[in-house]
C-alpha cells in the first residue's frame, strides 16, 4: 500500500517536472513566441516565461499573448490573456512573466500560448489572428498532449 502510494507521488512529481508550453502561430504573425517555459514546476499557481520577437520592419506598439489550458481529452478548460505588453522594436526580443490564474491546472492538462493581436507604432490598425482554433486542433492531436 505505501509502495503504491509513493509510485503514485513519484510519477505527479515527474509529470509536473516535465511540464511544458506548446507555442501556436497564426502564419502571418507580426509578433511570434521564441520560447515558453513553465519555472515553478510542482507548485500552484504555475508561472510561464515567454520570449516574443518582432519579426517584421516595423516597431510594435503592443501586444496580446494569451494561453490556453485544456484536458487530456482535448477540450478547452480554460483561456487567460496577458496584460498588452508594449513597445517591440524592429527584430527585438523581449521576456515575460506570466501567473496563470485559471484555478488548478492538473499535470495532465496541455498548455499552449501564442500571440493573438499586435498594434504597430503610428497605427489605429490591430492584426488578429484565431489562435484558438489552431490551439484547439493541436489539443486533438497525439502530438498536442
Avoid at 503514485?8 to 502561430?25: D, H, K, N, S
Avoid at 520570449?51 to 520592419?57: F, L, P, Q, V
Wanted: net charge neutral.
Amino acid at each position: 500500500m505505501i509502495i503504491s502510494f509513493l509510485l503514485g507521488v513519484l510519477l505527479t512529481v515527474a509529470a509536473e517536472a516535465e511540464r511544458t508550453v506548446q507555442i501556436v502561430t497564426a502564419p502571418d504573425s507580426p509578433v511570434r513566441l521564441e520560447s515558453a517555459k513553465i519555472l515553478n514546476t510542482g507548485s500552484q499557481p504555475l508561472v510561464l516565461l515567454y520570449g516574443a520577437s518582432n519579426k517584421t520592419e516595423t516597431a510594435i506598439d503592443q501586444f496580446t499573448v494569451t494561453v490556453f489550458v485544456f484536458r487530456a481529452d482535448g477540450q478547452l478548460k480554460a483561456r487567460q490573456v496577458a496584460p498588452g505588453r508594449r513597445e517591440l522594436g524592429v527584430g527585438e526580443t523581449k521576456y515575460s512573466a506570466m501567473v496563470l490564474d485559471v484555478g488548478t491546472i492538473d499535470p495532465t492538462d496541455t498548455l499552449m500560448a501564442g500571440v493573438d493581436q499586435v498594434q504597430r507604432v503610428g497605427s489605429d490598425d490591430w492584426w488578429r489572428a484565431d489562435i484558438r482554433s489552431l490551439a484547439e486542433s493541436a489539443a486533438k492531436t497525439p502530438r498536442g498532449r
